[in-house]
């Protein structure tokens, strides 16, 4: 048996019979914009998602037949040049630190996209937060497994062949994955729990997973009614703050609150059809909970978080222990002094950022 190389497919087949009309795929490419995932060929028939594993489920949008060939690589679209903004504030800029989504404002603070009362931190942790552990999802028991079924684990792409085989003692028991989200930065792609980088997306696919576990093919038994959901969550900063939105319609202001503790945010909000986001961000550098607020939009949650000294957060959430960005990531900084002539700004960087650079040097 070949296992077939188009996107969207991946499933095994027989050469000697390979009838048109069995593989199921996408002619197109991946699309990647602002957080949203799609493919070129059905972007309008299958709108975008934000989660990897729901773009790696988007069906097939033709029909042909299965192949096992090499995808030749297709030209790397061209990236659009985007100056990052630069965010002063206090006689201080950053650079490279804004999406260019960023507002254009040029206050260094997100307009208001309608009126909203600020609402303060209305509770405050008093322990330093620390990256929870991954905890492994399991199958339950009980919840029937239907004939073609893919193991939902990121880079497994095992498919279900019986109780005896995907969950007996065998060696096609053992899922071997990636327990943690994919990374793109500047046209390299990988996962943060592993070191590997490439540049075509084929290859990303191809990425062999560095954890072995039990296969996810339906997932655990939902817990009560409640449906808890994602939200996207965008950010940029300044040298002393960092405005995070968090992308939820709907929220209800009397049951939802945001809770900042030292190195945290612990997000709680209710939206409409009984479905709730309940999550919380392990930051990448301390914040003043008593100086942070939020305010509570028609169709996003705005939050303002306050650092205790001017520095630069390569990234919004603390990684797990051990977790190498990729280059780039630790050279964002800010700048103090006037602005005109090199010799007139100060490097500023973070206690973390200073400690590796002596290591370096």
């Not at 995932?37 to 042909?64: H, L, R, Y």
């Not at 990052?84 to 996209?113: D, F, R």
């Not at 939902?222 to 900063?237: C, F, K, M, N």
Request: charged share 25%; glycine share 10%; proline share 11%.
């Amino acid at each position: 048996m070949a296992r077939c190389t188009h996107k969207g497919c991946g499933k095994e087949f027989d050469p000697e019979s390979n009838p048109d009309g069995d593989c199921t795929y996408h002619p197109g490419g991946p699309v990647f914009h602002e957080g949203l995932k799609s493919w070129s060929c059905c972007n309008e028939k299958n709108k975008p998602v934000m989660e990897f594993d729901q773009f790696i489920a988007i069906p097939g949008c033709t029909k042909g037949k299965h192949t096992d060939e090499v995808p030749t690589a297709a030209p790397a679209p061209k990236k659009e040049e985007v100056e990052a903004p630069t965010e002063k504030k206090g006689g201080v800029e950053t650079y490279g630190s804004a999406p260019a989504t960023a507002p254009a404002s040029g206050t260094g603070t997100p307009a208001p996209e309608e009126p909203a009362d600020q609402t303060p931190a209305v509770t405050v942790a008093t322990q330093k937060q620390e990256p929870e552990p991954q905890v492994e999802e399991e199958d339950d028991p009980d919840i029937p497994v239907p004939d073609g079924a893919h193991c939902k684990h990121l880079g497994c792409n095992a498919v279900w062949k019986g109780q005896d085989i995907s969950r007996g003692d065998g060696p096609e028991a053992v899922c071997t994955y990636h327990p943690q989200k994919p990374i793109f930065h500047e046209g390299s792609k990988g996962y943060l729990c592993c070191k590997r980088r490439v540049l075509e997306f084929d290859d990303f696919l191809k990425i062999p997973g560095c954890t072995k576990g039990k296969h996810l093919f339906v997932g655990p038994k939902p817990s009560g009614r409640e449906e808890l959901v994602e939200a996207r969550v965008d950010h940029y900063q300044t040298p002393t703050e960092v405005f995070v939105s968090v992308y939820a319609k709907g929220v209800d202001k009397a049951t939802s609150k945001v809770t900042f503790g030292p190195q945290s945010i612990d997000l709680d909000l209710h939206l409409p059809g009984n479905k709730r986001v309940k999550r919380t961000l392990t930051l990448y550098g301390p914040i003043v909970p008593e100086k942070c607020s939020y305010r509570i939009l028609g169709t996003k949650v705005d939050i303002e978080l306050t650092k205790p000294q001017p520095a630069s957060w390569p990234l919004l959430e603390l990684p797990p222990p051990g977790t190498e960005l990729p280059p780039g990531y630790a050279i964002t900084f800010g700048v103090s002094g006037r602005t005109g002539t090199v010799g007139g700004k100060e490097i500023v960087l973070s206690a973390e950022e200073q400690a590796k650079h002596a290591a370096k040097n």
